[in-house]
């Protein structure tokens, strides 16, 4: 994947798979790292299956043996200094946290989240996602049911209303990250 | 900057627009989404049919699937025509996705090029 914002989307997904209503995406950007993660109010996973998560040969799909995405989101972290944490209960939904030194010379950009986040209300029609983003002095927050509030029954997946999203995250990313990462400017 | 004054307003215009839409029938286009989309560039594939679709006034609606099993096809977008007969699109790209509104979605003519019958 080239950039976080995939690997965002792909855990999201897995999220979608499980049976979430309720997502959150967090981005932090503390004191030289940078924390990404999702949480989830799926069924979660306990035992052999948190176990075999962070293993590519072990998968829930019908379709293949190989599950990449959670070990290449863990391959990512480690080359840039950091590492994959997953907690998890049956029946009480799943974090994913990755952890990036901000600096390292190997650390994926963070790419277009807002197109992420897009990606995922197509994806989840009735899932509601929030979108947390925190640079150790300031809070941003969004969240599609605030949207909703001014949407009424027109829905999000609308074209007009996805475009508006995303440049909405992708101005707050600007104003939060912008001069944390390189990569993002104000 | 983003306001909600702006959201607003495209409630309203969605709202009045809603009745002039053609969404051809129930036709609806499947993105394939899974780590093996994702890694082989499904989204800028998405986002060149939502563009597209806008730009032609299509109410077609577009979902989002998980691996569909040809993973080296990726990315893979299905497009289920009015019939409930099913095109099955491979190695996408937001180019040939342009091609595939125009000549398929708006026009009927499917693009027997870019479909997994040529690929076999």
Redesign the interface.
């Known amino acids: 994947m080239k950039d976080l914002s995939l690997h965002l989307l792909d855990i999201a997904l897995n999220s979608i798979e499980a049976c979430a209503t309720r997502i959150e995406l967090l981005i932090l950007a503390e004191g030289g790292k940078l924390t990404v993660g999702v949480t989830d109010n799926g069924r979660g996973m306990e035992g052999e299956s948190l176990m075999k998560a962070q293993d590519p040969f072990f998968t829930t799909r019908k379709t293949r043996k190989v599950g990449l995405g959670i070990p290449m989101f863990s391959q990512a972290a480690l080359s840039a200094g950091g590492s994959l944490r997953i907690h998890s209960r049956e029946g009480g939904g799943t974090e994913t946290k990755a952890d990036f030194e901000i600096g390292h010379v190997d650390r994926k950009p963070l790419g277009n989240v807002g197109e992420a986040v897009i990606t995922l209300v197509l994806a989840g029609r009735e899932t509601e996602i929030t979108l947390r983003l925190d640079n150790g002095n300031q809070q941003w927050l969004f969240t599609t049911e605030e949207v909703r509030q001014y949407t009424g029954d027109i829905p999000l997946t609308e074209a007009g209303i996805l475009d508006w999203m995303e440049e909405y995250i992708n101005e707050g990313i600007n104003t939060i990250l912008g001069g944390v990462l390189d990569e993002v400017h104000r | ?2 306001s ?1 004054a ?3 307003a ?2 309203k ?3 009045d627009e809603m009745s002039m839409r053609d969404n051809n029938g129930g036709m609806r286009i499947i993105i394939g ?4 989309g ?2 082989a560039g499904a ?1 800028p594939v ?2 060149a049919f ?1 563009e597209e ?2 730009k032609r006034n299509s109410n077609i ?4 699937t ?4 040809v ?1 080296r096809l990726e990315p893979m977008v299905e497009v289920i025509n009015a019939d409930g007969t099913k095109v099955t699109y491979v190695k996408m790209t937001p180019e040939k996705a342009v091609k595939v509104v125009n000549d398929h979605i708006i026009n009927n003519m499917v693009c027997k090029e870019f479909t997994i019958g040529s690929e076999e």
């Open positions: 900057m983003k909600i702006e959201l607003e495209i409630r215009k969605t709202q989404m899974a780590t093996c994702i890694a989204r998405m986002r939502l679709l806008k609606p577009v979902n989002i998980g691996c569909i099993g993973c």
